[in-house]
């Protein structure tokens, strides 16, 4: 079966503070992908990062990491010194190689709330 | 670019009635899918396309139609609506590659609709 589990439900932090995103994934494909998406207060899915099973680098994107660990199926996702502007809804995908290829499984997300 | 686009951003629609909405892509991508955005529930897959012509059942497929007649355009269609699907609905689009490579989705800004 393929499933991403979003754990956090709601998060607040105020500006500056670092703050992670968990995302855990369960998948019998050998080879998938991950993806982290943004949905900020108007509406729309913003593409963040896509991360296959084979590169298990770190990256890094400013403020932004992800942290790829294949050992405890987790990609979780961490916003460095955090801006107001980093208030969304933030999702977490999976894309199987064979099985369901084509499909992305989605978690429930994870609401980030930034006080100034 | 436009990107994706979605029309309508809103509509709302009274039990039994019809409705369809209409997905455009200019990236002249393969794939295209449909998704709803449930709360609490992240996105689910209604159906999906992998090229002109061709049509799949996603996660959710009950109580809706789909055609792609053009590359660029993929229709949702709703023939008899009913409260359970008041939801926001997502079309997305990406390139098509065999597998094991994924692509990236790429989604519109959404419908928001409203059965009543």
């Known amino acids: 079966a393929q499933k991403v589990t979003q754990a956090q439900t709601e998060i607040s932090v105020v500006e500056k503070e670092d703050v992670t995103l968990d995302c855990v994934y369960e998948t019998r494909d050998t080879t998938y992908y991950l993806f982290w998406y943004k949905q900020p207060p108007s509406g729309e899915l913003v593409f963040l990062i896509r991360r296959n099973s084979f590169d298990e680098q770190n990256e890094i994107s400013g403020r932004y990491s992800w942290n790829f660990q294949k050992s405890t199926s987790s990609f979780n996702f961490t916003i460095t010194a955090s801006q107001v502007v980093d208030s969304a809804v933030y999702f977490c995908a999976l894309s199987g190689a064979r099985y369901n290829f084509n499909k992305f499984y989605f978690g429930s997300g994870t609401k980030l709330n930034v006080k100034p | 670019n436009a990107g994706v686009t979605q029309t309508p951003k809103f509509r709302v629609l009274k039990t039994g009635q019809s409705m369809t909405l209409l997905c455009a892509q200019d990236?002249?991508?393969?794939?295209m899918y449909w998704y709803r955005q449930d709360p609490g529930m992240g996105l689910r897959l209604i159906h999906y396309?992998?090229?002109?012509?061709?049509?799949a059942k996603g996660e959710v497929p009950d109580g809706y139609n789909v055609s792609r007649l053009k590359k660029q355009n993929f229709l949702l269609g709703l023939e008899s609506a009913a409260p359970s699907q008041t939801s926001v609905y997502f079309c997305a689009s990406s390139y098509g590659r065999l597998p094991p490579y994924q692509e990236t989705q790429y989604f519109g800004p959404g419908t928001r609709l409203l059965v009543l």
């Open positions: 990236m002249n991508h393969e794939y």
């Open positions: 396309s992998v090229g002109e012509g061709t049509t």
